[in-house]
């Protein structure tokens, strides 16, 4: 069975680098790119067509909200898991109403996150 690709979108370098080495330890997941402005994430989605990806709803100069129904539209397909820091119902309500399949507080990101990219990705 293939790894399940991953692009991972955040505001945070620091972040990418701690998500992506928590990723790629795990035998199923496999960090495709990593992607710190907003401008850039639908054209690297597009290109490296992740089976999902994780997307921060306070990426600078776009809103991660606005940009999830143009990745749902850009990759049908692919899983989409809406990260903050910010996890309260409003926002989790917000992400998934625009598309997102899951949200994911990144405080409870630890035991929550593998199990939810499994979850999206449908294995």
């Avoid at 401008?39 to 597009?46: F, I, P």
């Avoid at 998934?96 to 499994?118: C, H, Q, T, Y």
Wanted: one cysteine or more.
């Amino acid at each position: 069975m293939r790894p399940i690709s991953v692009l991972i979108v955040d505001q945070n370098r620091a972040f990418l680098r701690v998500a992506a080495r928590l990723l790629d330890a795990s035998d199923d997941v496999v960090v495709v790119g990593t992607v710190c402005e907003g401008e850039d994430v639908l054209a690297r989605a597009e290109a490296l067509q992740p089976d999902v990806v994780l997307i921060d709803i306070a990426i600078p100069n776009l809103s991660g909200l606005k940009v999830i129904p143009s990745l749902r539209a850009a990759l049908p397909e692919a899983g989409i898991i809406a990260l903050t820091l910010l996890s309260t119902d409003g926002y989790r309500r917000e992400a998934l109403e625009a598309g997102a399949n899951d949200f994911i507080s990144k405080v409870a990101m630890g035991a929550d996150l593998l199990p939810a990219i499994r979850r999206v990705a449908g294995t």
